[in-house]
Nanobody
Framework: VQLQASGGGLVQPGGSLRLSCAAS????????VGWFRQAPGKEREGLSC????????DYDDSVRGRFTISRDNAKESVYLQMNSLKPDDTAVYYC?????????????????WGQGTQVTVSS
């Protein structure tokens, strides 16, 4: 099982980034996926999740309306489009998958994790 996150970088406040996460080694179609982040000195927090079919979706209030999660089961990939970025969004971003179809923002319910990609929002 492998999740490979990419797309992080340095962006100015108000800018956008699109994170990607490529999955391999498991039946991606059957797994719900999520994006999380962890800033220095803080706990890892759930940002967004998507059920296996894409029919159920959830966002944390901190990113609702600014971030959009999507998945392409044919490409075994999940994406996070991040707009209107703020300095508080600076963190390491992780994609994750759980062995259930339903969506959850609870990090403890995810079994598989990517390696993380750094997002820095600064002028």
């Amino acid at each position: 099982v492998q999740l490979q996150a990419s797309g992080g970088g340095l962006v100015q406040p108000g800018g956008s980034l699109r994170l990607s996460c490529a999955a391999s080694g498991f039946n991606f179609d059957y797994y719900a996926v999520g994006w999380f982040r962890q800033a220095p000195g803080k706990e890892r927090e759930g940002l967004s999740c998507l059920s296996n079919s894409g029919g159920a979706i959830d966002y944390d209030d901190s990113v609702r309306g600014r971030f959009t999660i999507s998945r392409d089961n044919a490409k075994e990939s999940v994406y996070l489009q991040m707009n209107s970025l703020k300095p508080d969004d600076t963190a390491v971003y992780y994609c994750a998958a759980r062995t259930y179809a339903s969506c959850s923002l609870n990090r403890e319910w995810y079994q598989y994790w990517g390696q993380g990609t750094q997002v820095t929002v600064s002028s």
